[in-house]
């Protein structure tokens, strides 16, 4: 495997100038004053959080409340980096939906493709992480707004003016949300957009693993990105070695498939493309808080991959913009809660250009 190098104070720079200026998008058409367009799909939520970290929901005594929705932290955290990006989904006609909206319109995200239900409330989850570090989830979703988005509900137009699509699988769960996923992908499939797929297990929402595993994959193969955790990867693949590169390459990396992406938390991640593969280190920090790492990474790699479509192509600037999505990863676990803790490129940059010259 190669290992990520070291880049200099004025590549990183270039890199993201080039970004900004938006020089190798697919479609100038569909760019707007900050670059090539990123349209998220899926949920966005409540989490409740007990106010005094590490103990169980039951000892908990007070909570606050924080927006989450894993595609829906991707959005965020794009635009945080200075890029265009919208969300497609649906919240209740409730204060915690306006409160939602307004967090996406605060943050710079076009919430026009954000929908308000009056027959369902905005989903809740109850979320904490245990003094030994394992996370607990209850959720109130039976069924929440987000689940009832229909085929003939989505932004159409929104989505034929991206240069890429991403996606999650909690909206696969249950119709008619899954059938307004597969709407979703189908035009942007047709409309030319590279498709992002970052799967969650989110194991207690699903009837059964095997339902979750079967559900996961029906979309797999119509992906451009995939990102995946070891943990994911090891429960699809039914206990496989999650660092096996055969394991890998035979189960879960299809033709198709322009690149994959393992992510390991503080070590890093690997990737795999039809060309090359590597591994890209991770960020040495002082962490608090895991939650939305995943989802800044993958805000990260998709700011850049937004202005640079052929990125798989070129190894040595596939491990730049991991290096940096791994800096957005690492940044975000130094918070508490995921949208709160998402960076701008500015202190991104800064991790990177102290631990690269140090």
């Not at 319109?105 to 929908?115: A, R, T």
């Not at 009832?148 to 929104?158: A, C, F, H, K, Q």
């Not at 299809?254 to 590597?278: D, M, S, W």
Request: proline fraction near 4%.
């Amino acid at each position: 495997m190669i290992e990520s190098n070291f880049i200099t104070s004025n590549e990183l720079y270039l890199l993201f100038v080039d970004s900004s200026n938006s020089k190798h998008s697919v479609n100038r058409s569909r760019e707007s004053p900050r670059g090539p367009l990123v349209v998220c799909f899926g949920e966005m939520m409540i989490n409740l959080v007990p106010t005094v970290p590490r103990v169980s929901l039951a000892d908990a005594t007070a909570f606050k409340r924080i927006p989450a929705g894993a595609t829906a932290n991707v959005a965020v955290g794009i635009s945080r980096l200075g890029c265009s990006t919208a969300f497609i989904g649906k919240v209740g006609n409730d204060e915690f939906g306006y409160m939602l909206s307004d967090i996406l319109k605060q943050n710079g995200v076009d919430n026009s493709g954000l929908l308000f239900d009056a027959n369902a409330r905005t989903a809740l989850a109850f979320y904490a992480l245990k003094r030994d570090g394992q996370a607990e989830f209850m959720f109130y979703r039976n069924p929440s707004a987000d689940m009832l988005l229909r085929p003939d509900e989505i932004g159409v137009s929104l989505i034929k003016k991206a240069t890429i699509f991403h996606y999650g699988s909690v909206s696969l769960i249950q119709e008619p949300s899954r059938s307004a996923h597969l709407a979703a992908m189908s035009v942007a499939k047709v409309s030319g957009c590279i498709l992002s797929y970052a799967p969650n297990m989110a194991l207690p929402l699903w009837p059964s693993k095997g339902a979750a595993r079967k559900g996961i994959m029906s979309i797999w193969n119509y992906a451009d990105i995939i990102k995946v955790s070891v943990d994911e990867i090891r429960f699809l693949s039914e206990g496989d070695d999650p660092y096996d590169d055969n394991v890998i390459m035979k189960k879960l990396h299809p033709y198709n498939l322009k690149l994959l992406l393992v992510t390991e938390g503080a070590r890093g991640c690997r990737y795999y493309t039809k060309e090359f593969k590597g591994w890209a280190a991770g960020f040495e920090v002082e962490a608090i808080d895991p939650t939305g790492a995943g989802d800044s990474f993958m805000g990260g790699l998709l700011s850049i991959v937004a202005a640079h479509n052929q990125i798989y192509k070129d190894e040595k600037r596939l491990r730049e913009a991991l290096d940096f999505a791994n800096a957005c990863g690492a940044f975000t676990v130094t918070g508490r809660g995921a949208i709160p803790s998402l960076p701008t490129k500015d202190a991104v940059l800064r991790i990177m250009f102290s631990y690269f010259n140090s």
